[in-house]
């Protein structure tokens, strides 16, 4: 069953640390992997896409890292800011057309000045 | 998420009340989606579709119809509520590997 899997459910840091989420899926075929951040109330905006030959990938302060052979990957924060507060969702899509979109529950981060 | 827009943001309704949600996108795309968004559990996809005049099922699509009469609107329909729709319901569409979503809408069913 293709499934994602996200880690921690929350956490709490402190406004200026750095963090790292993590996402574990088993979609196959793989197509690529998405991460968003959902404000709360919002609708979710992406950050990264990263396909099966890139492991890394950066926007601004969010590096998000892929390692296809064992199907994870991972989302590093630096420096972090009292507007990082968000949901982060990762989402993995599977080579199986329009509709194949496999959504994590996401992590519930909460930056604390 | 500017491009697509939900309508309504709000809504309450009582069970067996029917209600239809709308989606707009003026970014010409052909793929559109409605998801729901429940506490603990990842966005699910209930109808999508590949162009004008086509829709299709997701993975929870009873309770639900859809229609894309016009390929910038997406409408979702429920045709006799229950308070197991409540829920957020987020409509997206896509253009190759980007997708936007709205901004959701929230629907409580009592």
């Known amino acids: 069953k293709n499934q994602v899997e996200q880690s921690p459910q929350s956490l709490i840091i402190l406004e200026g640390k750095n963090c790292t989420l993590q996402c574990n899926y088993t979609v196959s075929p793989f197509s690529n992997l998405r991460w968003y951040k959902q404000d709360t109330g919002r609708g979710p905006v992406s950050l990264t896409i990263?396909?099966?030959?890139?492991n890394t990938k950066s926007n601004g302060r969010y590096t998000a890292t892929l390692d296809a052979d064992t199907k994870q990957s991972s989302l590093h924060i630096t420096a972090s800011q009292l507007s990082d507060s968000a949901s982060y969702i990762c989402v993995v899509s599977a080579l199986q057309g329009a509709q194949k979109l496999v959504f994590g529950q996401g992590t519930r981060l909460t930056i604390n000045p | 998420n500017a491009g697509v827009t939900q309508t309504p943001k709000f809504r309450v309704l009582k069970t067996g009340q029917s209600m239809t949600l709308l989606c707009a996108q003026d970014?010409?795309?052909?793929?559109m989606y409605w998801y729901r968004q429940d506490p603990g559990m990842g966005l699910r996809l209930i109808h999508y579709s590949v162009g004008e005049g086509t829709t299709a099922k997701g993975e929870v699509p009873d309770g639900y119809n859809v229609s894309r009469l016009k390929k910038q609107n997406f409408l979702l329909g429920l045709e006799s509520a229950a308070p197991s729709q409540t829920s957020v319901y987020f409509c997206a569409s896509r253009e190759r590997n980007t997708i936007y979503f709205g901004e959701g809408s929230w629907l409580t069913v009592v």
């Open positions: 970014m010409n795309h052909e793929y």
């Open positions: 990263m396909t099966f030959s890139e």
